[in-house]
């Protein structure tokens, strides 16, 4: 019998799509507190095998920061690019703006010339007034947020955990399915919140919970949980869901998830 194959999307054996979408939204990235990109013809260069990446007409963007470098990194789908300095007068970023040369596929000649931005090298990114975190949103993303009657076990420890028949099912694209559960069907008593958070572009902040092991030590950040998810994400509001890979295992109905 074959096997059934992987079909997540950023496996490195997928096969890999790259294209070029033009962005009606208005991008602005600002340095140093100001403006140095500013454009509602940004073109997105986007793959399931890298994060997406804004490329700005060389007249949206400040031409006075732009300092040359001699850095030169091939990139993986857009050959030979060349690199720029940041530098605003008060501070100085190195490499933080590059640009392809002369891209070996013709899908992607409408970039060359173009400038991008090293998305942690600037301070801050903008969808028209909404910042962005993290990285530029994927036009292919999609998020359902869908309640369920399924029944969602989760092991840690030698223990259950948690067990819903409610939970809140979190379908990503190129991401595995996530099971979000109400806390009251959580035990609590095995969970200590942590310090730790982090940011998505397509839910908000993420504030984390550790594991409390039976002799006494902690597993760090093996669920998460949003109390203010950004507007678009009401369904899962305090919701806590886990890392597979961090308990023991987790059913679906019975089945391993």
């Known amino acids: 019998m074959t096997a059934s194959p992987n079909l997540q999307p950023r496996e490195a054996t997928a096969p890999r799509l790259v294209n070029v979408l033009h962005s009606p939204k208005r991008i602005r990235v600002k340095f140093d507190g100001r403006t140095i990109a500013d454009s509602r013809n ?24 732009l300092k040359p470098s001699l850095h030169r990194e ?17 501070r100085r970023a190195a490499n933080a703006a590059w640009s392809f040369t002369a891209p070996p596929d013709e899908n992607l000649a409408p970039l060359a010339g173009r ?4 998305w942690k090298a600037v301070d801050q990114w903008f969808e ?9 949103r994927d036009p292919y993303a999609r998020i359902d947020v869908l309640h369920s009657s399924s ?6 420890d030698g223990d259950i955990i948690a067990d819903s028949h409610r939970p809140v099912l979190l379908f990503e694209t190129h991401l595995p399915t996530r099971f979000y559960l109400p806390p009251e069907d959580v035990r609590l008593d095995r969970l200590t919140a942590s310090n730790s958070t982090t940011r998505c572009p397509y839910k908000g902040i993420a504030s984390y919970w550790s594991g409390l092991l039976k002799d006494g030590s902690v597993r760090p950040d093996i669920a ?15 919701l806590i869901a886990f890392y597979p890979q961090a308990v023991d295992r987790i059913h679906l109905d019975g089945q391993p998830a």
């Open 42 to 65: 940004v073109l997105v260069l986007r793959s399931n095998h890298f994060l997406p990446i804004y490329f700005f007409p060389p007249s949206s963007v400040d031409p006075s920061v």
């Open 74 to 90: 091939p990139h993986a789908v857009g050959g030979e690019t060349a690199y720029w300095d940041i530098d605003s007068g008060g």
């Open 115 to 118: 400038i991008a931005f090293t």
């Open 128 to 136: 028209e007034e909404e910042e962005v975190f993290v990285h530029a």
């Open 151 to 156: 029944h969602v076990q989760v092991w840690f």
């Open 224 to 238: 998460w949980s949003y109390r203010d998810p950004i507007d678009e994400m009401p369904k899962i509001k305090g």
